[in-house]
Protein backbone atom coordinates (compact mmCIF):
# COMPACT_ATOMS: atom_id res chain seq x y z
CA UNK A 1 0.00 0.00 0.00
CA UNK A 2 1.10 3.32 -0.94
CA UNK A 3 2.00 5.28 2.03
CA UNK A 4 -0.16 8.52 1.68
CA UNK A 5 -2.85 6.19 1.33
CA UNK A 6 -2.42 4.57 4.22
CA UNK A 7 -2.01 7.62 6.38
CA UNK A 8 -5.50 8.91 4.60
CA UNK A 9 -6.78 5.31 6.38
CA UNK A 10 -5.24 6.16 9.10
CA UNK A 11 -6.46 9.24 9.22
CA UNK A 12 -10.58 8.04 8.86
CA UNK A 13 -9.53 5.50 11.61
CA UNK A 14 -8.90 8.34 14.07
CA UNK A 15 -11.98 9.64 12.73
CA UNK A 16 -13.85 6.18 13.43
CA UNK A 17 -11.82 6.49 17.01
CA UNK A 18 -10.72 3.45 17.10
CA UNK A 19 -7.45 3.49 18.98
CA UNK A 20 -4.80 1.40 18.11
CA UNK A 21 -1.71 0.12 19.64
CA UNK A 22 0.83 0.40 16.37
CA UNK A 23 4.67 -0.94 16.37
CA UNK A 24 6.47 -0.25 12.75
CA UNK A 25 9.19 -2.25 11.12
CA UNK A 26 11.29 -0.12 8.28
CA UNK A 27 13.01 -1.61 5.99
CA UNK A 28 13.97 0.50 3.28
CA UNK A 29 17.27 2.64 2.73
CA UNK A 30 17.09 6.51 3.85
CA UNK A 31 19.09 7.45 0.89
CA UNK A 32 17.69 4.90 -1.71
CA UNK A 33 13.77 4.62 -0.58
CA UNK A 34 11.62 7.24 1.34
CA UNK A 35 10.44 4.67 3.62
CA UNK A 36 12.45 6.28 6.44
CA UNK A 37 10.47 9.37 5.60
CA UNK A 38 7.07 7.73 5.09
CA UNK A 39 6.93 6.12 8.61
CA UNK A 40 8.11 9.56 10.07
CA UNK A 41 5.11 11.45 8.57
CA UNK A 42 2.60 8.11 9.17
CA UNK A 43 3.79 8.55 12.63
CA UNK A 44 3.41 12.24 13.27
CA UNK A 45 -0.49 11.51 11.55
CA UNK A 46 -1.24 8.44 14.22
CA UNK A 47 -0.21 10.08 16.73
CA UNK A 48 -2.68 13.10 16.20
CA UNK A 49 -5.19 10.72 17.96
CA UNK A 50 -4.23 10.70 21.44
CA UNK A 51 -5.68 7.09 22.10
CA UNK A 52 -3.49 5.89 19.45
CA UNK A 53 -0.04 3.75 21.02
CA UNK A 54 3.10 3.93 19.03
CA UNK A 55 5.31 0.84 20.55
CA UNK A 56 8.32 1.46 19.06
CA UNK A 57 9.82 1.74 15.65
CA UNK A 58 11.85 -1.40 14.57
CA UNK A 59 14.86 -0.92 11.66
CA UNK A 60 16.12 -3.26 9.72
CA UNK A 61 18.58 -3.77 6.79
CA UNK A 62 19.44 -0.82 5.46
CA UNK A 63 17.12 1.43 6.93
CA UNK A 64 19.56 1.19 9.91
CA UNK A 65 21.15 3.90 8.61
CA UNK A 66 19.20 6.64 9.99
CA UNK A 67 20.68 5.85 12.94
CA UNK A 68 24.28 7.11 11.83
CA UNK A 69 25.45 10.04 14.22
CA UNK A 70 28.35 11.55 11.09
CA UNK A 71 25.41 12.01 8.72
CA UNK A 72 26.01 15.61 7.83
CA UNK A 73 23.17 16.37 4.77
CA UNK A 74 23.64 19.74 3.12
CA UNK A 75 22.05 22.91 5.27
CA UNK A 76 19.42 23.71 2.73
CA UNK A 77 17.67 19.80 2.76
CA UNK A 78 15.98 18.20 5.11
CA UNK A 79 17.25 16.11 7.72
CA UNK A 80 15.66 12.77 8.28
CA UNK A 81 17.63 11.51 11.24
CA UNK A 82 17.68 14.65 13.14
CA UNK A 83 13.91 14.88 12.66
CA UNK A 84 13.74 11.44 14.13
CA UNK A 85 15.61 12.00 17.09
CA UNK A 86 13.27 15.42 17.74
CA UNK A 87 9.91 12.74 17.25
CA UNK A 88 11.35 10.58 19.82
CA UNK A 89 12.61 13.09 22.60
CA UNK A 90 8.82 14.64 22.09
CA UNK A 91 7.21 11.54 22.12
CA UNK A 92 8.98 9.27 23.80
CA UNK A 93 8.70 6.48 21.25
CA UNK A 94 11.79 4.26 21.61
CA UNK A 95 14.16 3.39 18.08
CA UNK A 96 15.60 0.30 17.52
CA UNK A 97 18.25 -0.18 15.49
CA UNK A 98 18.63 -4.24 14.66
CA UNK A 99 22.48 -4.45 15.99
CA UNK A 100 23.19 -7.16 13.49
CA UNK A 101 22.45 -5.26 10.17
CA UNK A 102 23.88 -2.03 11.91
CA UNK A 103 27.25 -3.79 13.09
CA UNK A 104 27.67 -4.89 9.54
CA UNK A 105 26.89 -0.99 8.40
CA UNK A 106 29.31 0.69 10.69
CA UNK A 107 26.29 2.00 13.27
CA UNK A 108 28.16 1.12 16.16
CA UNK A 109 27.61 1.85 19.86
CA UNK A 110 30.05 2.58 22.50
CA UNK A 111 29.48 -1.08 23.82
CA UNK A 112 30.26 -2.76 20.47
CA UNK A 113 33.13 -0.28 19.73
CA UNK A 114 34.71 -1.92 22.46
CA UNK A 115 33.74 -5.40 21.91
CA UNK A 116 35.33 -5.04 18.38
CA UNK A 117 38.41 -2.66 20.14
CA UNK A 118 37.29 0.42 17.14
CA UNK A 119 38.07 3.85 18.20
CA UNK A 120 35.26 5.63 17.39
CA UNK A 121 31.28 4.84 17.42
CA UNK A 122 28.47 6.14 15.37
CA UNK A 123 25.51 5.69 16.84
CA UNK A 124 23.40 8.95 16.81
CA UNK A 125 21.17 10.10 19.79
CA UNK A 126 17.89 8.71 19.95
CA UNK A 127 18.27 4.99 18.95
CA UNK A 128 19.67 1.94 20.53
CA UNK A 129 20.55 -1.23 19.01
CA UNK A 130 18.67 -4.10 19.64
CA UNK A 131 18.28 -7.80 18.77
CA UNK A 132 15.48 -9.07 16.50
CA UNK A 133 14.16 -10.50 19.74
CA UNK A 134 12.75 -7.25 20.78
CA UNK A 135 11.26 -7.03 17.15
CA UNK A 136 9.02 -10.21 18.72
CA UNK A 137 7.96 -9.30 21.28
CA UNK A 138 6.75 -5.57 19.61
CA UNK A 139 4.95 -7.82 17.12
CA UNK A 140 3.32 -9.81 20.36
CA UNK A 141 2.38 -6.38 22.24
CA UNK A 142 0.86 -4.90 19.48
CA UNK A 143 -2.06 -4.44 17.18
CA UNK A 144 -0.57 -3.86 13.78
CA UNK A 145 2.90 -3.78 12.31
CA UNK A 146 3.06 -2.01 9.35
CA UNK A 147 5.93 -2.32 6.97
CA UNK A 148 8.09 0.96 4.92
CA UNK A 149 10.08 -0.82 2.53
CA UNK B 1 1.59 -16.08 19.93
CA UNK B 2 1.46 -14.78 16.40
CA UNK B 3 1.46 -16.27 12.55
CA UNK B 4 3.84 -14.27 10.19
CA UNK B 5 4.62 -15.10 6.51
CA UNK B 6 8.07 -14.16 4.65
CA UNK B 7 7.97 -13.27 2.13
CA UNK B 8 10.98 -13.20 -0.32
CA UNK B 9 11.06 -11.43 -3.65
CA UNK B 10 14.74 -9.74 -3.65
CA UNK B 11 17.35 -11.71 -5.50
CA UNK B 12 20.01 -13.47 -3.23
CA UNK B 13 22.92 -12.41 -5.55
CA UNK B 14 22.22 -8.66 -5.76
CA UNK B 15 21.60 -7.26 -1.85
CA UNK B 16 21.30 -8.34 1.58
CA UNK B 17 17.42 -8.62 1.78
CA UNK B 18 16.83 -12.10 1.40
CA UNK B 19 19.37 -13.25 3.63
CA UNK B 20 18.13 -10.74 6.29
CA UNK B 21 14.89 -11.82 5.66
CA UNK B 22 15.49 -15.47 6.16
CA UNK B 23 17.09 -14.49 10.04
CA UNK B 24 14.72 -13.12 10.39
CA UNK B 25 12.26 -16.21 9.71
CA UNK B 26 14.99 -17.62 11.68
CA UNK B 27 14.55 -15.62 14.94
CA UNK B 28 11.00 -16.18 14.83
CA UNK B 29 11.01 -19.47 14.83
CA UNK B 30 13.75 -19.69 17.56
CA UNK B 31 11.22 -17.92 19.54
CA UNK B 32 8.27 -20.55 18.33
CA UNK B 33 6.29 -18.14 16.59
CA UNK B 34 4.95 -19.81 13.89
CA UNK B 35 6.20 -18.74 10.54
CA UNK B 36 5.95 -19.71 6.94
CA UNK B 37 8.02 -18.39 3.93
CA UNK B 38 6.98 -17.82 0.50
CA UNK B 39 8.98 -16.61 -2.64
CA UNK B 40 8.69 -15.13 -5.98
CA UNK B 41 10.13 -13.37 -8.42
CA UNK B 42 14.22 -12.54 -8.36
CA UNK B 43 14.26 -14.89 -4.98
CA UNK B 44 13.42 -18.02 -6.73
CA UNK B 45 16.77 -18.03 -7.70
CA UNK B 46 17.68 -19.17 -4.07
CA UNK B 47 15.98 -22.19 -5.08
CA UNK B 48 17.92 -23.25 -8.08
CA UNK B 49 19.28 -26.72 -7.73
CA UNK B 50 23.48 -26.98 -8.43
CA UNK B 51 24.12 -23.47 -7.75
CA UNK B 52 27.99 -22.95 -8.04
CA UNK B 53 28.62 -19.45 -5.86
CA UNK B 54 31.75 -17.81 -5.06
CA UNK B 55 33.22 -15.69 -1.82
CA UNK B 56 31.90 -13.08 -3.57
CA UNK B 57 28.45 -13.68 -4.06
CA UNK B 58 28.09 -13.54 -0.19
CA UNK B 59 27.03 -16.45 2.40
CA UNK B 60 25.42 -19.72 0.73
CA UNK B 61 21.86 -18.81 1.33
CA UNK B 62 20.29 -22.39 -0.63
CA UNK B 63 22.69 -24.32 1.78
CA UNK B 64 20.04 -23.03 4.76
CA UNK B 65 17.00 -24.68 2.87
CA UNK B 66 17.50 -27.72 4.24
CA UNK B 67 18.22 -26.97 7.49
CA UNK B 68 14.52 -25.32 7.84
CA UNK B 69 12.94 -28.73 8.85
CA UNK B 70 15.00 -28.07 11.95
CA UNK B 71 13.74 -24.84 13.01
CA UNK B 72 9.92 -26.23 12.07
CA UNK B 73 10.02 -24.25 9.23
CA UNK B 74 7.96 -26.69 6.76
CA UNK B 75 5.79 -23.89 4.76
CA UNK B 76 8.06 -22.85 1.90
CA UNK B 77 5.26 -21.58 -0.97
CA UNK B 78 6.10 -21.33 -4.51
CA UNK B 79 3.52 -20.43 -7.00
CA UNK B 80 2.80 -23.28 -9.71
CA UNK B 81 3.39 -22.72 -13.21
CA UNK B 82 5.65 -19.95 -12.46
CA UNK B 83 8.17 -19.13 -15.38
CA UNK B 84 11.12 -18.73 -13.34
CA UNK B 85 10.65 -22.27 -11.86
CA UNK B 86 8.55 -23.74 -14.43
CA UNK B 87 11.58 -26.00 -16.63
CA UNK B 88 14.80 -25.58 -13.64
CA UNK B 89 15.42 -28.25 -11.30
CA UNK B 90 14.46 -26.61 -8.19
CA UNK B 91 14.69 -27.77 -4.50
CA UNK B 92 12.25 -29.87 -3.57
CA UNK B 93 11.13 -28.27 0.08
CA UNK B 94 8.47 -25.94 -1.65
CA UNK B 95 4.54 -26.50 -2.10
CA UNK B 96 3.32 -25.34 -5.19
CA UNK B 97 -0.11 -23.38 -4.98
CA UNK B 98 -2.01 -23.02 -7.52
CA UNK B 99 -2.74 -19.14 -8.42
CA UNK B 100 -5.77 -18.30 -6.26
CA UNK B 101 -4.22 -20.18 -3.32
CA UNK B 102 -1.16 -17.98 -3.85
CA UNK B 103 -3.38 -14.80 -3.92
CA UNK B 104 -5.39 -16.00 -1.22
CA UNK B 105 -1.99 -16.87 0.80
CA UNK B 106 -0.97 -13.70 1.53
CA UNK B 107 -4.90 -13.03 3.89
CA UNK B 108 -4.01 -15.76 6.40
CA UNK B 109 -1.47 -14.38 8.39
CA UNK B 110 -1.21 -11.58 10.92
CA UNK B 111 2.10 -10.05 9.74
CA UNK B 112 3.42 -10.71 6.21
CA UNK B 113 7.01 -9.36 5.74
CA UNK B 114 8.29 -8.90 2.15
CA UNK B 115 12.41 -8.68 1.73
Known amino acids: MRPFLLVNLLLNCNKAQNPMHYALLVTGSPYQTKACHSALKFLKAA????????????????????GNALTQPPRDEFDVRKAWVELTNEHKIPLYLC??????????????????????????????LEGLGTFVELMNSTTKIIQFR | MTNTLIHLSSSPYSSLACKEGLDLA????????????CFSGAALSLLYNHQQTTKEDGKHLYKLL?????????????ERDNELTKEVDIWPGTKALDQKDWYALFSQYQHVFRF
Not at chain 1, 99 to 123: F, K, M
Open chain 1, 47 to 66: LLNKENTLEGVFFYEDAVLI
Open chain 1, 99 to 128: IAASVRRGIINETESQRYELPQHSLSEGFQ
Open chain 2, 26 to 37: LVLATFEQPVDL
Open chain 2, 66 to 78: DGLEFYDIDNIYI
